[in-house]
């Protein structure tokens, strides 16, 4: 019985984290808002059940930045420019001995840089482009499936083409989201540990007017 309950809480653990992203919202130049959650789906109020779980993110552009604990993100005020940020230390890695797995999440917001400083991101094609390529360490990735989440939450299922790209399919004002995941095995070290399996997240949000 007790077996059995381990084995329920960690197929929970496992789905809950594979389920979430962290996304960055930003408006224009003002400060930028980071977020625990399921995009797609309504933010309770207060935020996400999980989002205490969100405590530091890593800042690339400012990493001494102030971040500010608010109901359901953390703010942080920045210099102008797209925002980047990653966190490996969400949730504790999960499954049997010698078997866990643990997930790595990388987050960007705007679409003016046309490079990748993250090692899994989404890079606009051009300055404003609708259309992203997806890449890992610097080697755009194919056949991956990509999910765009609409600002009225609507979502659509897209997968790269054999440069790593997708075309965006923007039908309205407003914050649109992309989101695509790689799992990775073999060995890896996380800060609580090695595992035998590495998931990576990765999202991009961006203004469409």
Request: charged share 25%; glycine share 10%.
């Amino acid at each position: 019985m007790k077996k059995m309950l381990l084995a329920t809480l960690l197929l929970g653990l496992s789905t809950t984290a594979q389920a979430h992203e962290v996304w960055i919202e930003r408006d224009g130049a003002g400060p930028a808002r980071i977020y625990l959650g399921e995009p797609a789906e309504a933010m309770p109020q207060g935020g996400d059940p999980e989002f205490a779980k969100l405590k530091a993110p890593k800042l690339l552009s400012a990493p001494g930045a102030r971040l500010e604990r608010k109901a359901g993100y953390l703010e942080a005020a920045l210099p102008a420019g797209d925002v980047r940020a990653w966190d490996d230390n969400v949730f504790a890695p999960w499954g049997e001995p010698g078997k866990q797995e643990s997930v790595v999440y990388y987050a960007r917001a705007g679409r003016t840089e046309t490079r990748a400083a993250l090692p899994f991101e989404f890079v606009p094609a051009k300055a404003g482009s609708d259309r992203f390529r997806l890449i890992r360490d610097g080697k755009p990735v194919a056949a991956t499936e990509v999910t765009v989440i609409a600002p009225d939450k609507a979502t659509q299922k897209l997968t790269t083409d054999a440069k790593g790209e997708i075309a965006v399919p923007v039908t309205g004002k407003g914050r649109y989201l992309l989101t695509a995941a790689l799992k990775d095995e073999g060995a890896h070290s996380t800060p609580a540990g090695p595992v035998a399996v590495l998931h990576r997240i990765t999202t991009i949000s961006f203004l469409a007017s």
